[in-house]
């Protein structure tokens, strides 16, 4: 049977995925890989745009989100996963693609901007960062993609690589790349511990896939519930309490998680027994990717043959896509 249509999605490898993956969009891939024609690009060269000069942080972790994709249902034979790295194409088409994009739209793209402001890049930044957006229009149309699932922080790209497709198009005269659109994740931001911030691997604030049950009702007690729910009876406060973001998120029981609120708002159930239930839920969520994890980092090289053998089938539909442009250009002589 031919799947219906092509994704494709991936991670930059500067750190481990974490609870707000899961709940943004990792745990809808697992489920998207049983229609779609689904490829997880693990972008290296991408982590190394705001990393120039610590690369380890990117090497470090390309196994690392290897084994957490693979050990929350990811099955490679179903997905495919591929290392951007190893994908020349990938390069050669930002190369082209960066010769019909202006600095100035570069500089106007909303995402590149906030990302620009809140890393310090505002006087120093790497013409690789401020480049982004074109490769990540490279990677997408490389592939065929025309299905992409994002955070809304992601659309600006969608919208960026759409003007690129059929700039190029329009160049080359015929329709070399497809269009794509974003499937977004209904899911809002996952907050840190404390509801100020979203939860983010710069941010340090992260709930990774390998935390043990010690750790994690650590971290489910310093979570931030609501300041004027002194005692049990009073009435409690749903918006901006963790707790229930992340109850939200991951509680399978939707009608028990609607009595739960309920009960809350008008008293009667205390932050300790909400936090015991978000604890149990996030227990039996964490327990079998832990495990998995575990055995899957015992074997790297089992997990480089996986990623390796996901680049080399990659290789050759980013490849063809690339050699169609050269073509489109008039470049391809021999
Ligand atoms: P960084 O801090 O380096 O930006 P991050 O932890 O924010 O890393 P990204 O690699 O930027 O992670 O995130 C990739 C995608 O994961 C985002 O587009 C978004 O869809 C999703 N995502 C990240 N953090 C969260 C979160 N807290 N809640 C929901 N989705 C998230
Ligand atoms: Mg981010």
Redesign the pocket.
Known sequence: MSKKEVILTG??A?GQL?L??L???VLKRVELQETHDQTILVADMQGLTDNGHDPKKVSENILNVVADYLSVGIDPTKTTICLQSKLPALAELTMFYSNIVTVSRLERNPTVRNEIKNKGFDKVIPAGFLNYPISQAADITAFNATLIP??D??LPMIEQTNEIVRKMNSIVGKPVLSECRSLL?D?P??PSLDGKT??????GN?ITLDVTNKELKKLVNKMYTDDNHLTIDMPGQIEGNVVFSYLDAFYKDKAHLAELKAHYQRGGLGDGQTKKVLLECLIELITPFRKRRQELMSDKGELIRVLKEGTEKSQIITGETCEKIKQGLGLSLF
């Open positions: 991670d930059r500067t974490h707000g993956h709940a943004g969009s994002v955070g922080d992601q994740s899911m931001r996952l979203k939860m983010s691997k710069s941010a992260t």
